[in-house]
Nanobody, 123 residues
């Protein structure tokens, strides 16, 4: 069975930047897409960015569009989320996920997800 290892979370002042990484290893099932979602106490889980494995097509939630960029390094099997102009509302636990069935920003079938990395944005 494969493994996803996330890194890059932390605390940052509003307006700052962070880059999250998600290193994947050991998966033998074809992956259709990869994405990031976040969850904070009292809020619903939000899928914020998705990228398709075979094309550079990306999708973003309106809440992060223009500020966050999802990318992938296929040679190193690593997914990234560059987060700029962070806001206090971006405070959440961030998870990466691998999908075997996807449409647009939605991952219908999650093969696996990371352990999560905390992002805290203070004003």
């Amino acid at each position: 069975q494969g493994e996803l290892v996330e890194s890059g979370g932390g605390s940052v002042q509003a307006g700052g930047s962070l880059r999250l990484s998600c290193a994947a290893s050991g998966y033998t099932i074809p992956i259709a897409c990869m994405g990031w979602f976040r969850q904070s106490p009292g809020k619903e889980r939000e899928g914020i960015a998705t990228i398709y494995a075979s094309t550079p097509t990306t999708y973003y939630a309106d809440s992060v569009k223009g500020r966050f960029t999802i990318s992938q390094d296929n040679a190193n099997n690593t997914l990234y989320l560059q987060m700029n102009n962070l806001k206090p509302d971006d405070t959440a636990m961030y998870y990466c996920a691998l999908g075997t069935s996807c449409s647009g920003r939605t991952i219908f079938a999650v093969l696996d997800r990371g352990q999560g990395t905390q992002v805290t944005v203070f004003s």
